[in-house]
């Protein structure tokens, strides 16, 4: 494979999906990622208009062994690729990109972004992307 090919490494799969602008202070949980067959996973979070002048809005990033990660606990920082602090965004981070990455060895990833003084419009969505698959191709589309 090519040395510049990513289409082919890389399984992007739906965290948090587009939708209608949050108003209130209710957090967006992703999907629940599974990693198997991987090495590694990167939240990519995407901001739209955020129109309230003082909202925050805080990332929470969690694995665990469990598939319904009934196990699960904050990452600690040491496996966090980037930081929970640099992915979390405010009111003044209209239409940007965000990520979060893992190098921890549990096999389940959650992110949870918990808006505060969101009185506004706030839309948001997300993705992961995992990338070092054990066997490339990976699939087009993405399964």
């Known amino acids: 494979m090519a040395s510049r090919d990513l289409f082919n ?3 992007p799969k739906l965290a948090i999906a587009p939708a ?5 202070n209710t957090p967006w949980v992703s999907a629940i990622l599974d990693t ?14 955020l129109a309230d002048a003082d909202a925050t809005f805080t990332v929470l990033f969690e694995d665990g062994a469990q ?15 980037g930081s929970e602090a640099a992915a979390s965004f405010n009111f003044g981070n209209d ?29 948001v969505a997300a993705i992961w992307v995992l ?13």
């Open 95 to 123: 239409s940007q990109c965000f990520k979060i990455g893992y190098h921890g060895g549990k096999r389940y990833l959650r992110a949870t972004i918990t808006p505060a003084n969101n009185a506004g419009n706030a839309f």
């Open 67 to 81: 598939a319904n990660l009934s196990d699960h606990a904050e990452v600690a920082t040491s496996l966090q690729l």
């Open 36 to 49: 198997e067959g991987y090495e590694s996973a990167t939240l990519v979070i995407v901001t739209g208009s």
């Open 20 to 24: 209608a602008a949050a108003t209130d």
């Open 9 to 11: 490494n890389i399984n």
């Open 131 to 143: 990338g070092h698959p054990h066997h490339a191709p990976t699939a087009n589309p993405p399964n």
